[in-house]
């Protein structure tokens, strides 16, 4: 299973609690407090893994390190490659 399809079948799982707790389709009648909570939970919940995306992608911008080792690496492959188009012909 990828984890596309998990997080969908989560999705669909707190879905569906979600819409059998606002509907009543379990019987219970909640409280006028929890309805009022559950109602906007969904945009709750949107907003939190909105935040919490931002601040990963945030701290890892953040906390990025440069690799000396892969650009030198880098650098003479390209020089390689380089001296191998110009013996085969290609001007830069």
Request: net charge negative; with cysteine.
């Amino acid at each position: 299973m990828t984890k596309l399809a998990q997080w969908l079948w989560a999705l669909a799982l707190l879905g569906s609690a979600w819409a059998a707790l606002t509907v009543g389709a379990l019987g219970l009648e909640l409280p006028s407090p929890c309805r009022e909570v559950l109602w906007p939970l969904p945009a709750y919940l949107l907003v939190a893994a909105g935040c919490y995306a931002l601040g990963t992608v945030g701290y890892r911008v953040a906390t990025f390190h440069d690799c000396e080792d892969a650009a030198l690496e880098l650098q003479n492959q390209i020089q390689e490659a380089r001296a191998d188009l110009a013996r085969r012909g290609l001007r830069f």
